[in-house]
């Protein structure tokens, strides 16, 4: 599918009418669908041009048309980072914390907000 959308693909150097973009399905990088384009954004000031996608759940999602790797019967991405899944841009595990303060004398890891050991009872720096 990817392969054929890039084979058929209108490069971005030529152009691409607002009428022909509008309604397109836009799809990642890994093949996924992740919306329709509902609109073109353009960026006052700027020469970023940038697509208005309406995600399958009804939430608008802009991509920067340097994300667009080619046009053709759909929108393909270069990526899949600005339309992925809440549940995907949210990291499923907590980032490890780098302020836990252990313990000089007995390694224990206390709170942050900890001041003396909980474990042993020395005094956190
Ligand atoms: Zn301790």
């Known amino acids: 599918m990817i392969a054929y959308v890039l084979i058929v693909g209108v490069l971005l150097s030529q152009f691409v009418t607002r ?6 399905q836009v799809v990642d990088q890994r093949g996924v669908i992740v919306g329709t384009v509902k609109d073109i954004a ?6 970023k041009i940038g697509l208005v996608v ?7 999602a802009h991509v920067q048309w340097t994300d667009v790797a080619a046009v053709g019967d759909l929108v393909l991405l ?15 595990t ?3 914390s780098t302020t836990s303060k252990v ?3 007995c390694g224990f890891e206390n709170l942050p907000i900890a001041n003396f050991c909980r474990k042993c009872g020395a005094k956190l720096t």
């Not at 353009?42 to 020469?47: D, I, P």
């Not at 270069?78 to 499923?92: G, Q």
């Open 19 to 24: 009428d022909k973009v509008i309604g397109m």
């Open 42 to 47: 353009f960026t006052v000031g700027r020469e």
């Open 54 to 60: 309406e995600t399958k759940d009804k939430k608008e």
């Open 78 to 92: 270069r990526t899949h980072m600005p339309l992925a899944p809440p549940t995907l841009t949210i990291p499923s």
């Open 94 to 96: 907590a980032p490890p």
């Open 103 to 105: 313990c000089p004398r």
